[in-house]
């Protein structure tokens, strides 16, 4: 008696699995990404102890992150087109592997901001190449919701580098906890290597005798300049610095003071009101881009509406400090990060611009936006909160100039979408789009 099988269903099996495996593998790269982006204010006090620095220095290992991983990003987009997410990522694990554990044996600023460099530069190998390979995996018409879960799982690592994280730190100290976050990310740099499978390279997608193809081989800085000049990746660009740049304004520094200093609250339960907005970010991510995927089978439209609800929701933070009850200003924060997960989209549409074989180089670029916003906004607020400061002005007065900017970049980020064009979710992956 024969068994029969059905080899087309034994191939979908084989590929549901490879799939599922390289969401996996780099999910947790980006998890591990995000975990590091603010693991070292956890554990800001003590370092300041033992390496005997103040807040100027621990400010520049901040900063020695986010410079890195932006000025990393076109980069990594290149080597995601020509070398293949599965090299480019394995590598870059390694560097930022080895910078953790130079950052637990550090003995000054020196070695710490190097350390924080090499950090940098690993965790910009985990989102973009990333969201490259899952794209070979996924159908287009899944692609924005399976992306979404992708940004879901690496904001989840910001939230285990808070409260996870301190009592580690407590534990068995911080020098310990990042040798430990160092040897997990060997771990998973060798996972990537032996579980992905290599992408096909830009000479593989492209005709060979195209002067198109050509260009793209041998200048490498050419990709990049195909990308820029576009108008679509600038206006993609600026909605994602303009909401990249309000949202970092107040999750990552100033909404935890605005909420003790207004409603009068402990620091702990501020943080605790703050984090509704990144469980808005993480529930968002996923239902966007399913309704984006399922239901409307566009980008634009759902992003145009995230990003009028993102603007509406800085109005009563920027116009009605200290009025609205806190349990109320939790449900507006949980929109606030529903509504700022749209960069899932806009990122997205990057990607959906551009060929498959530039696709890389394209969303590595645009993410440079959402790095330079985090760097910029919130030192703008900053400066208007300490120039009304001097005067001790009311703390919701002061708060009120600090935040109208956010509004302001949010109004931006809105108009930058209206003009921005859209295409079918349902589109052939890799195919080209006229982007100006």
Same mark, same amino acid.
């Given at each position: %008696?024969?068994?029969?099988?059905?080899?087309?269903?034994?191939?979908?099996?084989?590929?549901?699995?490879?799939?599922?495996?390289?969401?996996e593998?780099?999910?947790?790269?980006?998890?591990?990404?995000?975990?590091?982006?603010?693991?070292?204010a956890?554990?800001?006090?003590?370092?300041?102890?033992?390496?005997?620095? !103040?807040?100027v220095?621990?400010? @520049?290992?901040s900063s020695?992150y986010?410079?890195?991983y932006?000025?990393?990003?076109?980069?990594?987009? %290149?080597?995601?087109?020509r070398?293949?997410?599965r090299?480019?990522?394995?590598?870059? =694990?390694?560097?930022?592997a080895?910078?953790?554990?130079?950052f637990?044996?550090?003995?000054g600023?020196?070695?710490?901001?190097?350390?924080?460099?090499?950090?940098?530069?690993?965790?910009?190998?985990? &989102?973009?190449?990333?969201?490259?390979?899952?794209?070979?995996?996924?159908?287009p018409?899944?692609?924005?919701? #399976?992306?979404?879960f992708?940004?879901?799982i690496?904001?989840l690592?910001a939230?285990?580098?808070?409260?996870?994280?301190?009592?580690?730190?407590?534990? *068995?100290?911080?020098?310990?906890s990042?040798?430990?976050v160092?040897?997990?990310?060997f771990a998973l $740099?060798?996972?990537?290597?032996?579980?992905?499978e290599d992408?096909?390279l830009?000479?593989q997608d492209l005709?060979?005798g195209?002067k198109?193809?050509?260009?793209?081989?041998?200048?490498?800085?050419?990709?990049a300049?195909?990308?820029?000049?576009?108008?679509?990746?600038?206006?993609?660009? #600026?909605f994602?610095?303009?909401?990249?740049?309000g949202?970092?304004?107040f999750?990552?520094?100033w !909404?935890?003071?605005? *909420?003790?200093?207004?409603?009068?609250?402990?620091?702990?339960? $501020?943080?605790?009101?703050?984090?509704?907005?990144?469980?808005? /970010?993480?529930?968002g991510?996923?239902?966007?881009? /399913?309704?984006?995927?399922?239901l409307?089978?566009?980008?634009k439209g759902?992003l145009l509406?995230?990003?009028?609800?993102?603007a509406?929701?800085?109005?009563?933070?920027?116009?009605?400090?200290?009025?609205?009850p806190?349990?109320?200003l939790?449900?507006?924060?949980?929109?606030?990060? =529903?509504?700022?997960?749209?960069a899932? @989209?806009? @990122?997205?549409?990057?990607?959906?611009?551009?060929?498959?074989? *530039?696709?890389?180089?394209?969303?590595?670029?645009a993410?440079?936006?959402?790095?330079?916003?985090?760097?910029?906004?919130?030192? *703008?607020?900053?400066? =208007?909160?300490?120039?009304v400061?001097?005067?001790?002005?009311?703390?919701?007065?002061?708060?009120? /100039?600090?935040?109208?900017?956010?509004?302001?970049?949010?109004?931006?980020? &809105?108009?930058? #979408?209206?003009?921005?064009?859209?295409r079918?979710?349902?589109?052939?992956?890799?195919?080209?789009?006229?982007a100006?």
């Amino acid at each position: %008696m024969k068994l029969h099988i059905d080899s087309s269903l034994f191939t979908r099996v084989v590929q549901v699995q490879r799939s599922l495996a390289t969401f996996e593998v780099f999910a947790a790269a980006y998890f591990f990404s995000f975990f590091q982006r603010v693991s070292l204010a956890v554990v800001a006090s003590n370092v300041a102890r033992d390496l005997a620095v !103040g807040a100027v220095g621990l400010s @520049l290992m901040s900063s020695a992150y986010f410079v890195t991983y932006a000025l990393v990003q076109p980069v990594v987009g %290149m080597l995601s087109d020509r070398a293949g997410p599965r090299i480019t990522t394995s590598a870059l =694990l390694l560097v930022g592997a080895t910078g953790s554990v130079l950052f637990a044996v550090a003995d000054g600023l020196p070695m710490a901001l190097l350390a924080r460099v090499l950090v940098g530069a690993g965790a910009a190998g985990a &989102f973009v190449p990333g969201m490259k390979a899952i794209s070979t995996q996924y159908a287009p018409s899944e692609f924005a919701r #399976i992306n979404g879960f992708f940004l879901s799982i690496g904001n989840l690592g910001a939230v285990f580098a808070a409260v996870p994280l301190a009592y580690l730190a407590s534990g *068995i100290g911080w020098r310990n906890s990042f040798a430990v976050v160092g040897g997990i990310s060997f771990a998973l $740099a060798l996972v990537c290597w032996l579980v992905l499978e290599d992408q096909a390279l830009p000479s593989q997608d492209l005709p060979a005798g195209t002067k198109q193809g050509a260009a793209r081989r041998h200048k490498g800085m050419g990709v990049a300049w195909e990308v820029v000049k576009t108008g679509q990746f600038w206006l993609l660009s #600026i909605f994602l610095f303009c909401k990249y740049g309000g949202q970092a304004t107040f999750q990552a520094l100033w !909404g935890v003071s605005y *909420i003790t200093d207004v409603y009068n609250l402990s620091q702990e339960n $501020a943080a605790s009101v703050v984090m509704t907005s990144t469980v808005g /970010y993480m529930v968002g991510a996923p239902l966007l881009g /399913y309704v984006s995927d399922r239901l409307f089978r566009r980008r634009k439209g759902v992003l145009l509406a995230a990003a009028a609800v993102f603007a509406i929701t800085w109005l009563p933070i920027v116009f009605s400090p200290g009025k609205v009850p806190p349990v109320v200003l939790c449900a507006i924060l949980f929109i606030m990060g =529903l509504a700022a997960s749209s960069a899932n @989209l806009a @990122l997205v549409m990057v990607k959906e611009s551009f060929t498959s074989s *530039i696709s890389g180089t394209a969303v590595g670029c645009a993410n440079v936006a959402n790095m330079l916003g985090a760097a910029i906004v919130p030192g *703008i607020a900053g400066w =208007l909160i300490s120039h009304v400061g001097v005067n001790r002005t009311a703390p919701d007065v002061m708060y009120r /100039y600090a935040f109208l900017p956010c509004l302001m970049f949010a109004l931006i980020g &809105f108009v930058a #979408i209206v003009f921005a064009k859209d295409r079918a979710a349902t589109a052939e992956v890799g195919e080209a789009t006229d982007a100006t």
